[in-house]
């Protein structure tokens, strides 16, 4: 895989999402980046954004099996990763896959789902399998998780713990569509309620590994680029901050920058791929003291405080 073709393999998605989902294209952009750079995606917005349609629609372009889960408060771990049944006629267990063993997953409406049930995502997103009753199972390749919650409800719902916040590279909002008459005009000439079966994938689950192996190896990062992405490690000692970004976070931020950077044709970082993506990919990993919380602050309102202080190299 050289820069040309992961460049062109990946305008080409954004552009095959672009003409069925109306929506914010840096919003896209930056989960296409997402997904190429192996990280997992967070969806905060309300319903009908058209939140698991997006999933749908990128699973299809990137040429990946597809698996959506329904969250729910009776949801247990077992429903997810699998389980292992006795067959009497055949005198031994036989292992069940549950549906995260896909591709893609579709983890709808996440905080809905109680936190043991959370917990059964974080050994899938983090190293790549799951354990079902002492046998570890590794999960196909590329893993990518896109979950969904819904910001305004809080009856039956579960706060994500900062441990498996953690594990999602950026957390992002799509907003409500800008052009609205666009996105009526689209649903009539589609003339079915799924038209993702009118979308060719442009890649498979080998390119796209293979993009992932470029971004790591032949994507470059100066040593200054190097410092400045290092340099919100500063917000940890901020006096409103119980915890600032953690290395992971840090790591997070340079592989999204790397991605940005595949997205624009270069194979280097300058600090602007860093500031395009700081904000969504620490954000959601600041925990703020509960006084400042009450104040209605935010761990993506510091990030931008700081994208204003911070020295940027030239």
Do not use: C
């Amino acid at each position: 895989m050289d820069l040309k073709t992961a460049f062109e393999k990946a305008g080409s998605i954004i552009d095959e999402v672009l003409k069925f989902y109306v929506g914010d294209s840096e919003v896209i952009s930056k989960i296409i980046a997402a997904a190429l750079a192996g990280g997992h995606i967070l969806i905060e917005d309300y319903p009908g954004i058209g939140k698991t349609f997006l999933a749908k629609l990128v699973a299809r372009l990137l040429g990946i099996d597809f698996n959506r889960i329904q969250f729910t408060p009776d949801l247990l771990p077992s429903d997810i990763v699998g389980t292992k049944v006795w067959r009497q006629d055949k005198g031994y267990f036989e292992t069940i896959r549950g549906p995260i063993f896909a591709n893609l997953i579709l983890a709808d409406e996440i905080n809905r789902a109680p936190p043991k049930t959370q917990a059964g995502l974080l050994e899938a997103m983090e190293e790549g399998q799951v354990t079902i009753e002492g046998d570890t199972i590794k999960l196909p390749q590329p893993f990518i998780v896109i979950a969904t919650q819904n910001p305004i409800e809080l009856e039956g719902t579960y706060p994500l713990p900062e441990a498996q916040l953690d594990r999602f590279m950026i957390r992002i909002s799509l907003g409500y569509p800008s052009d609205e008459i666009e996105l009526l005009k689209r649903r009539i000439s589609w003339r079915t309620d799924d038209p993702t079966v009118y979308v060719k994938p442009i890649t498979n689950a080998g390119e796209l590994l293979e993009i992932r192996q470029y971004l790591e190896s032949s994507v470059t990062v100066s040593d200054e680029v190097l410092g400045y992405i290092s340099s919100f490690r500063t917000i940890r000692k901020d006096p409103r901050v119980l915890a600032g970004p953690s290395p992971r976070g840090i790591i997070s931020l340079m592989r999204m920058s790397k991605a940005m950077a595949l997205l624009e044709g270069r194979d280097y970082v300058i600090p602007d791929d860093v500031k395009r993506v700081a904000v969504d990919v620490l954000g959601h990993r600041i925990v703020l003291k509960p006084e400042v919380t009450l104040e209605g602050v935010r761990g993506e309102s510091i990030v931008v405080e700081y994208l204003s202080k911070l020295p940027v190299p030239k």
